[in-house]
């Protein structure tokens, strides 16, 4: 059985899928096991096949157009980073183009086009998704979500927990640790989100418009600390599928766990925050 880049130290325990079917795998201490958890029911799913990494096929020039839309604000002041999503200061995200979106899958590029992530949709049943293909109720149900390299190992895990009204994500490392919660705080007028870990606030996403098309992050005191543009990919793609495409800019290198908490925020702007495009945008 394939190890899908587990460390050959890690514990023996439950850790998220690295072939994205399933929220959770048993690693036991050697290898991966055939045990598998979906929304805390367990069954069993013999880890064969690949792990999945969404890729959206498209012109480099165009990513590369979408850095030039977004601009250089805050950008130059540190060196790009090693090709991580943690550490690059540009991200480029490309939702795949879909006429009906049933699982949301993103491509995620560094500034110089080259794919480095992707967000993957994991941990859904058959039933769920035949609800977001006949109706518009899924908007209210749990929806959890992968960050993976491109060895479709996991780095964060990401869970929006059924809502009526507010959203919120958990944060989470491969191991299931929270680091963190993204928490709406208004429904009405410009979006906003708070940034928490540890009972403290550390920063917050606002929307700087009803539509909530392009966000400030901030830290606690204020401060931009990173930018979200969406970029516009032409009228016959924006009204006949749900592609989506936004630029990521980070200003500066962030500690824990604001590091996380601006990656899992600037990823899931989209796939989670906006789940309900109906209610954002």
Not at 107 to 133: F, N, P, T, W
Not at 212 to 225: K, L, M, R, V, Y
């Amino acid at each position: 059985m394939t190890n899908y880049g587990a460390p050959p130290s890690s514990p023996a325990g439950w850790y998220a899928d690295p072939l994205g079917r399933h929220e959770m795998r048993y690693y036991d201490g050697a290898q991966w096991t055939e045990h598998v958890s979906s929304h805390g029911r367990q069954s069993v799913d013999p880890p064969v096949g690949g792990s999945h990494v969404p890729t959206v096929q498209r012109d480099p020039s165009k990513v590369q157009q979408d850095v030039q839309r977004a601009g250089q604000a805050g950008v130059a002041a540190w060196q790009p980073g090693s090709g991580s999503v943690f550490t690059e200061p540009i991200l480029v995200v490309n939702q795949k183009a879909k006429l009906i979106e049933v699982n949301n899958e993103y491509a995620i590029y560094d500034q110089h086009a080259r794919q480095i992530a992707a967000v993957r949709e994991v941990g859904q049943s058959a039933m769920k998704k035949a609800v977001r293909l006949l109706t518009s109720y899924d908007q209210y149900l749990t929806h959890k979500l992968q960050v993976v390299d491109m060895t479709g190992t996991p780095l964060l895990t990401l869970t929006r927990p059924a809502k009526v009204m507010k959203s919120r994500i958990i944060v989470q490392d491969p191991a299931g640790y929270e680091l963190g919660q993204i928490v709406q705080q208004n429904v009405f007028g410009k979006i906003r989100f708070s940034l928490e870990s540890g009972g403290h606030t550390w920063g917050s996403i606002n929307a700087e418009n009803w539509r909530a098309w392009n966000f400030s992050i901030q830290d606690h005191t204020g401060a931009e600390i990173a930018r979200v543009t969406k970029t516009w990919e032409g009228l016959a793609k924006t009204m006949f599928t749900t592609a989506d495409n936004y630029v990521v800019q980070v200003h500066r290198q962030l500690e824990e766990p604001l590091r996380s908490l601006v990656v899992a925020s600037a990823l899931s702007i989209d796939t989670a925050l906006k789940q309900d495009s109906r209610g954002f945008g």
